[in-house]
């Protein structure tokens, strides 16, 4: 009854690394150049429940626009926006947060986490997954690919989705999960391969971001944390360092890991190091020099925000007043 419309979003809270790329934005490029009707968010209000530089988001926001056209996004095909731009969403976070329960809330296990080293825990970081609802809502999006880690927000939406419609009337379709877990699974930090690769880590080196210098990727590679075992073999539980190197590798080059594995034989992991830094950075190389062009036209960049406010907020309008109407507002 509702046309296939896929929602997701990025939070501006630094550089992209390959793990984002891999885990998400690799898909959104699939899903786009599959014709999809794809809605990208660059959920700037996520990314204000944390204390942050007022400064540094509104780089971080030019800059992502510009690494996903970079990556490949076509803002002809995809509507990308900046969710600020659209108030929708904050509307219907609160129409949708009126609906939640504190209890319900309590245990979404990300709150915890986020939470866990904060004496005084903000509102915003609470409700985060309520304006996560709402961004998909808004769109009456019908699928929202996530990573694993993202499968009870998405649940929370359901939840939401349905609750209003019972109390409400029809109004939201219950939005499916892709979840977007790709063979290589999860990117690891390549100071600590227990942990994932991530925006939030402080120790910058544990990252590969797409805007590095080649010669930070190069060194950041070369120091990369293996084990004391020289061979290159693929086996993420005992050898977690080398097996995300080899991971990475076979992203980039699109070759099978048992591939891999067979052709750097007789290498050790420390010359395996250099095959996989180059082959990184032939990859990403490219990808640079666009994003450095859209990062050095910022008319263009605040162009396309703009377009992609007023091509979301047509939807966004028309569904949020009759989420108006269905509530007697
Ligand atoms: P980060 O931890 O870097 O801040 P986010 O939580 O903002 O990343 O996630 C942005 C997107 O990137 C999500 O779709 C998430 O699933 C994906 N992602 C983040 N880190 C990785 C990783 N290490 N490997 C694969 N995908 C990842
Ligand atoms: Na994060």
Redesign the pocket.
């Known amino acids: 009854q509702y046309p296939k419309r896929i929602f997701?979003g990025?939070?501006p809270?630094?550089s992209?690394?390959?793990?984002?790329?891999?885990?998400?934005?690799a898909q959104w490029i699939n899903l786009q150049n599959n014709n999809e009707d794809l809605i990208l968010c660059i959920a700037d209000l996520h990314s204000i429940t944390l204390p942050h530089e007022p400064e540094n988001l509104s780089r971080n926001i030019i800059e992502l626009a510009a690494t996903l056209l970079g990556c490949g996004i076509d803002p002809e095909r995809t509507i990308l926006f900046q969710q600020s731009n659209v108030p929708a969403h904050a509307e219907l976070s609160w129409c949708l947060g009126c609906i939640s329960t504190m209890a319900r809330l309590a245990h979404l296990p990300q709150y915890k986490e986020k939470s866990a080293s904060l004496k005084d825990i903000p509102l915003g970081l609470y409700i985060y997954p309520v304006l996560q609802a709402a961004d998909i809502l808004t769109y009456k999006a019908t699928h929202v690919?996530?990573?694993?880690?993202?499968i009870q927000q998405i649940q929370l939406c359901q939840e939401l989705a349905r609750m209003f419609n019972n109390r409400y009337g029809q109004t939201f379709p219950i939005p499916h999960t892709l979840i977007?877990s790709?063979e290589?699974?999860?990117?690891?930090?390549l100071r600590d391969p227990s942990k994932?690769?991530?925006?939030?880590?402080p120790d910058a080196k544990s990252?590969i971001c797409l805007t590095d210098s080649i010669d930070d990727i190069v060194s950041k590679i070369k120091k990369a944390v293996t084990d004391c075992t020289s061979q290159v073999t693929y086996n993420p539980d005992e050898r977690p360092g080398v097996s995300n190197l080899i991971s990475i590798h076979s992203f980039v080059t699109k070759k099978s890991v048992g591939d891999i594995c067979r052709e750097v034989e007789g290498l050790n992991t420390g010359q395996y190091k250099t095959v996989v830094a180059d082959a990184v950075v032939s990859y990403v190389k490219p990808i640079q020099e666009s994003i450095a062009r859209y990062i050095n036209d910022q008319g263009y960049l605040l162009e396309i925000l703009n377009i992609g406010k007023n091509r979301a907020s047509e939807i966004a309008n028309e569904n949020l007043k009759q989420v108006h109407e269905n509530l007697g507002l």
């Open positions: 997701s990025i939070q809270t630094g992209i690394h390959l793990g984002n790329y891999l885990g998400a934005i690919p996530v990573g694993e880690d993202q977007t790709s290589y699974g999860r990117i690891k930090s994932k690769m991530s925006k939030s880590d990252r």
